[in-house]
């Protein structure tokens, strides 16, 4: 277990309080049995900040690494510098964005097989643990399996490397599903494609939990934690009949400007690259 952290009271706003213990109230009621949690990975479960500066994602610990060919890192960050533009303009309808983000992370994935991408490759990037847990994550993992709570991680990452992480931790257990961007590969180990549909940062609402495997284990439990730095990730719902849902957002940067739109989606906001010991209170009430 870590080490217990303490919550922040500063960091946490809830948006509604009334609706927030009503809520915990039903889902105390009814049971652990009849809960799941839906969640974001990267800067979600992970931290956002890392001694100061902007923590990678899994993708870009890919992209800032000298593991592939020479010409791989130079023509990524050129996608970056394009697309990432595309993705945080607000003049650029919400259909175009889609479109180029699918556009974007299908020409990264071709070029990571024309790179040499490899099982190897993603072992040392993992192995460099340069991706932190967000403090009190660990514990959240924990509590989850010890209570039989179904996690599903839904990811615009790769999922191949997201599961080495859980790995790493002693935390790929049997009730943590991972819908994200897996990888085919060859007798050698070598990425040979990217397996469809591609999971980009803002079609979470295409890809309906009932399509996956996970959806078995959770299709009865009804009541749902959803976690999330950014109002898309909310999107990870579409298609589940749930019948109660706690929205929990991780607002890690720019408060100000986005601060308003956090308030009108989740119920609560934890800022600042806050720790999980908020969730963690939120669990041990309902069980």
């Known amino acids: 277990m870590e080490k217990e952290k303490q919550e922040n009271p500063s960091d946490i706003l809830i948006t509604d309080q009334e609706r927030l213990d009503f809520l915990l109230k039903k889902y105390k009621e009814q049971g652990k049995d009849n809960i799941n949690v839906l969640s974001d990975f990267d800067r979600t479960l992970t931290k956002a900040i890392v001694e100061g500066q902007k923590a990678p994602t899994v993708i870009a610990q890919i992209r800032q690494s000298e593991y ?9 960050h050129e996608l ?14 919400k259909k175009e964005k889609i479109a180029k983000m699918h556009e974007w992370w299908q020409k990264h994935f071709t070029l990571l097989v024309s790179s040499g991408l490899n ?3 993603m072992d040392e990037i993992v192995s460099k643990r340069t991706l932190k847990f967000r403090p009190g994550a660990l514990d959240f993992i924990d509590s989850l399996q010890e209570n039989n709570i179904p996690l599903v991680i839904m990811s615009a990452g790769p999922g191949d490397m997201i599961s080495q992480y859980l790995k790493q931790e002693n935390r790929l257990d ?18 040979i494609k990217v ?3 591609i999971i980009h940062s803002l079609n ?9 495997p996970a959806f ?6 009804k009541n749902v934690i959803l976690l999330g730095d950014g109002v898309d990730d909310i999107d990870m719902i579409e298609g589940f009949a749930y019948d109660n849902l706690i929205k929990v957002g991780f607002l890690n940067e720019n408060v100000d400007e986005n601060l308003p739109e956090f308030k009108k989606n989740f119920d609560v906001i934890i ?10 209170n939120i669990l041990r009430k309902i069980i």
């Open 119 to 121: 099982k190897k490759v």
């Open 204 to 212: 979470k609402k295409e890809i309906l939990v009932k399509d996956y």
């Open 174 to 191: 049997n009730n943590i599903h991972i819908i994200a961007n897996f990888f085919e590969f060859d007798k050698d180990g070598k990425v």
């Open 68 to 76: 592939l060919t020479s010409d791989y890192v130079p023509k990524a």
């Open 271 to 280: 800022l600042n690259d806050g720790d999980m010991e908020f969730v963690n």
């Open 216 to 221: 078995k284990d959770v299709k009865e439990k």
């Open 80 to 93: 970056y510098d394009k697309y990432h533009a595309i993705e945080i303009d607000p003049k650029v309808s």
């Open 195 to 197: 397996k469809e549909p």
